[in-house]
């Protein structure tokens, strides 16, 4: 019995042997395969991480100006004459026939003055003519019967010629008294106050029995009429674009009140000069307003069609980039990395911008630049799919389930 297990051991041993080592190699292509996968799946995450580091940009290229670019400017309006009417008689406003918003025409009477004071200065400036009329009278029957009696040797021509010169200064007393007469009337003509030309009434700061000081324009106007058929225009145009600017060109006004409706404005002239604290030239237009639907003094956009630069590109404002090295814009370079070059500006057009040097036409530019981006850094083309974090996500649950399969 003994002899029989002695035999039977070594056999025993060596399928233990065998089993074991197969597992020991199980175990490892086990643990082998596990670290793989694991090694996998981190460089699959770290190039996901990589590839959504990298921003995702929108990419053109810049586009010539048409024949004409539009350029929008404020305006205002003004009427095209606008009188305020001062006093030029002191008194008290007898009474008011026009108020703002009337329509008045030429020499119709807005209102009356009471001239008291002048009244009787008149009284006495023709009391005066009349008696210096008189004393004239008596002067050249004097002069006359000198004259004969000089004749007649009856008187020295010396009395002659002193009667004679009383009368030419006794008519020169009635010619002055005449013109202060003629003055006076002439103020009194000023009592009435008249509209001076076709419009409308403006302003009337004036009321029944309030005291009037006569002046020319240190007080407040007793009324306002402006001519409102037709309205200037005033624009203040920016340098960059004043040699574009010629009498005879047509603009297009728009107020806010009236949207959708356009009025054309011809351009008359400039003040030819250029204001130091705005760096603007003064425009002035002209539009007829026959119809009333334009007010004097407000706001209008004014829209001239200028002539565009057959060599400027143009690119929309958004692509600017403001850095301590001056303007630039990003272009894609080769391998989609980025490339920062410096640009100039012809015009500013508001959304978009004249690049006058530093672009190509056949460069593609990035519009609206991440504020981080640099000269070769690597972007992503707006069209390309990406590799997903879905997709990712996806694959390293199925590698971890694989893990998890084998220990």
Known sequence: MSTEIEINSPKRLRHLKLIGLAALLAAAGVVTSGIV????????????????????????????????????????????VNAPIYARVSGYLHAWYADIGTQV???????????????????????????????????????????????????????????????????????ANQANVRRLEALESFKRITAPFDGVVTAR??????????????????????????????????????????PGMVATLTVPERPGMKFDARL?????????SSGTLLVQLVVDNHDGLLIPGEYTEVHFALPGNAHALSIPASSLIFRQNGLQVAVVGHDNRAVLKPVSIATDLGTHVEIASGLNATDRVIDNPPDSLASGDQVRLQGKPPVTREANGAALVERRAAESAHG
């Open 37 to 80: 996968s694991r090694v996998q799946a981190k460089q699959e995450l770290t190039t996901w991480s990589a590839q959504q580091a990298m921003p995702t940009v929108v990419a053109y290229t810049p586009k010539h100006d048409s024949a004409t670019q539009a350029l929008v400017l404020p305006g205002h309006l003004s009427a095209f």
């Open 268 to 276: 008359v002239d400039t003040d030819d000069a250029i204001t130091p």
């Open 105 to 175: 025409k030429a020499g119709q009477l807005l209102g009356v003055i009471d001239t008291p004071d002048l009244d009787q200065q008149l009284q006495q400036a023709r009391a005066d003519l009349q008696n210096s009329q008189a004393n004239e009278k008596l002067a050249a029957s004097t002069a006359r019967r000198w004259t004969q009696m000089l004749q007649q040797d009856s008187v020295s021509q010396q009395d002659a010629d002193e009667k004679t010169s009383d009368l030419v200064a006794k008519q020169a007393t009635v010619a």
């Open 205 to 246: 700061t004036t009321d029944i029995g309030a005291l009037i000081n006569a002046g020319g324009g240190n007080g407040p106007e007793l009324f306002s009429v402006s001519d409102a058929h037709r309205l200037r225009v005033y624009v203040s145009v920016p340098q960059d674009e004043a040699a574009a600017i010629q």
